[in-house]
């Protein structure tokens, strides 16, 4: 499965809008994912798995790359 992961560069940094980014991940189970990241000091705001239409729609932009761990 592939999940998109909101997150802050930096786990002391305050979640605002503006700033949150997003990557795309494969993994079992939101669980999985977290863990797969915990080593890179995000402060992970939402973790959402990407089915369907939405992936439909995640594919076709062009900074979609699904990060390998």
């Given at each position: 499965?592939?999940?998109?992961?909101?997150?802050?560069?930096?786990?002391?940094?305050?979640?605002?809008?503006?700033?949150?980014?997003?990557?795309?991940?494969?993994?079992?189970?939101?669980?999985?994912?977290?863990?797969?990241?915990?080593?890179?000091?995000?402060?992970?705001?939402?973790?959402?798995?990407?089915?369907g239409a939405h992936l439909n729609y995640e594919?076709?932009?062009?900074?979609?790359?699904?990060?390998?761990?």
């Amino acid at each position: 499965m592939i999940f998109k992961v909101y997150y802050q560069e930096s786990i002391k940094e305050v979640p605002v809008r503006e700033n949150t980014k997003t990557l795309f991940i494969e993994g079992e189970s939101v669980r999985d994912v977290r863990s797969k990241i915990a080593d890179r000091g995000f402060n992970v705001e939402f973790v959402q798995e990407v089915t369907g239409a939405h992936l439909n729609y995640e594919l076709q932009n062009e900074d979609y790359k699904v990060l390998e761990k």
